[in-house]
C-alpha cells in the first residue's frame, strides 16, 4: 500500500512530504520510503498563519481564507507525492496545520487544524485522511503527539534498556521504549518555537540556520532561570503544549523580567541551551540510554552539540541511521497513522495521550464519484427522496 504523508509542524515553515509503500508480514510492517520533499511556504503565507496564532487576534473570515489558501498549498504538496511515487498511490494523510491546541487545566479541550482536505482529495483523487488529534482528545487524551505510534514501532526491539526518539521541531516531543514499561511520550519544551519567533523579532530572519548566532553567544544565567522558572517542565505526563505558550509574547515578557538588556547572540545561545536542558533531563529521568533524533533542530549544530554534551555518555544519532530522513520523519509518521486507520486499527496509544481507550485516527474523505468504497458497490445513485410513514 502506497500512502502519502504531508506534515506542516509549529514552526510552520512549510510542508514535509514522504512516500511510503507499506507492506505487512506476519507482525512486521515493512516501510519502504518512496522519497520526500520539503515545500517551503511563502513570506505571505508564513505572516497570515503567524496572525491567527495565539496571542494574535483574528476574525473568522480570516481563518476562513487560511483554511483554503492552506488546502490549495497541501494540495499541491500532495501532488509533489503523487509524482514521487511514480504514479498512483492508495490513501494520503493530510493533518493540516495547527493553529489553536486548547489545554486547560492540565487537559485537553479541543484543537484545531486548517488546511481544506477537500481540496487535497479533488487534486489527487483518492481518498484522504485529515482531522487525525480529535478523535484522541475526545477520547479524554492530548490529542499529541501522535508520532510515539511510529517510535515505537521503530525502536521496537532494540534492547531491553530505555531508548529514546526525539523530535526537534518547533516543539521537542520525547517518546521512551523500554522492555519494561509502557511507552511514554510527551511534549518537552520548545525547541525551535522560541529560536525562530527570537529570530524574526532580532533578526529578520526565519530562524538561526545552523546555530551560528547561538555558537557566537554566551548563555545568560539570569534569562536562562527565567526560562526554566516555566511551569510546563515540572508538570507530569501526559502533557502536550506549542505556540499558544511559546511565542514572541512569552519571551518578550521574560527578557523584561531582567534588570537589564541582554545582548541578541547570548539570547539565541540561552534559548538553545533550554532546550539542551528541557531535553537532557527529560532523558535522564527515565535512564534513557540512547536517543535517536529527527527533525530541523538535528541541524542546528549547536544544539545538537550541546545535547551531545549534556548527555555524555548517552548515544546521540539520527534517524537516518535506521533509513528513516531525519528530515522527513514525521512526514513518514503520518503516513504510517494513515495504514493503520486504513486498516481500522488505532494510532494513538493511551500510555503516552492520556486517553481512556485506543481511538482510530482522522476522517477520511473521498476523492469525488470515482472513489467509491465496496459498501457502495452495486447501490444506484438515489434521485429523489420519499418519506414512509
Not at 84 to 103: I, M, N
Not at 196 to 223: F, K, Y
Not at 281 to 305: F, I, K, M, S, Y
Request: proline share 6%; charged share 20%; net charge negative.
Amino acid at each position: 500500500m502506497k500512502i502519502v504523508g504531508l506534515m506542516s509542524g509549529t514552526s510552520y515553515d512549510g510542508v514535509d512530504v514522504a512516500v511510503a509503500e507499506f507492506t505487512a508480514e506476519g507482525d512486521t510492517l515493512w516501510l519502504r520510503p518512496l522519497g520526500h520533499r520539503s515545500l517551503p511556504y511563502d513570506d505571505e503565507l508564513r505572516a497570515a498563519i503567524g496572525a491567527v496564532l495565539p496571542p494574535s487576534t483574528t476574525t473568522i473570515e480570516d481563518v476562513c481564507r487560511l483554511d483554503n489558501r492552506l488546502g490549495e498549498v497541501f494540495a499541491e504538496a500532495a501532488a509533489v507525492g503523487l509524482d514521487l511515487a511514480g504514479g498512483g498511490v492508495d490513501v494520503v494523510v493530510s493533518p493540516g496545520q495547527t493553529v489553536f491546541h486548547w489545554v486547560e487545566g492540565g487537559r485537553a479541550r479541543g484543537t484545531l487544524q486548517l488546511g481544506a482536505v477537500a481540496r487535497v482529495a479533488a487534486r489527487v483523487g483518492v481518498p484522504v485522511l485529515a482531522d487525525l488529534r480529535s478523535a484522541d482528545v475526545a477520547a479524554g487524551g492530548q490529542g499529541a503527539p501522535l508520532v510515539p505510534a511510529f517510535d515505537a514501532l521503530l525502536l521496537a526491539g532494540t534492547g531491553p534498556a530505555p531508548r529514546a526518539a526525539l523530535n526537534l521541531g518547533g516543539i521537542a516531543n520525547l517518546t521512551v521504549v523500554s522492555a519494561a514499561s509502557p511507552v511514554l511520550g510527551y511534549d518537552v519544551g520548545p525547541a525551535n518555537a522560541l529560536l525562530d519567533a527570537a529570530a524574526e523579532r532580532l533578526l529578520g530572519e526565519p530562524c538561526d540556520r545552523d546555530g551560528a548566532r547561538a555558537a557566537a553567544g554566551r548563555v545568560h544565567a539570569g534569562l536562562l532561570t527565567e526560562l526554566l522558572a516555566e511551569p510546563y517542565y515540572a508538570a507530569p505526563a501526559p502533557k502536550s503544549t506549542g505556540r499558544e505558550l511559546f511565542h514572541a509574547g512569552y519571551l518578550d515578557r521574560r527578557l523584561a523580567a531582567l534588570d537589564g538588556p541582554v545582548a541578541v547572540d547570548d539570547v539565541f545561545a540561552t534559548l538553545t541551551e533550554l532546550t539542551a536542558r528541557t531535553v537532557t533531563d527529560a532523558c535522564d529521568r527515565h535512564r534513557v540510554v540512547e536517543v535517536v533524533a529527527a527533525g530541523g533542530g538535528v541541524r542546528n549544530r549547536t544544539l545538537w552539540r550541546r545535547l551531545g554534551e549534556l548527555g555524555a555518555g548517552r548515544r546521540l544519532r539520527t534517524t537516518d541511521e535506521l533509513g528513516v530522513p531525519a528530515q522527513a520523519k514525521e512526514a513518514y509518521a503520518f503516513a504510517l497513522l494513515g495504514w493503520l486507520s486504513w486498516h481500522g486499527l488505532p494510532g494513538a496509544l493511551p500510555s503516552v495521550t492520556g486517553a481512556d481507550r485506543a481511538t482510530v485516527l482522522g476522517s477520511w474523505t473521498p476523492a469525488g464519484p470515482s472513489a467509491r468504497s465496496t459498501a457502495s458497490a452495486g447501490v444506484v445513485p438515489p434521485r429523489r427522496l420519499r418519506v414512509r410513514a
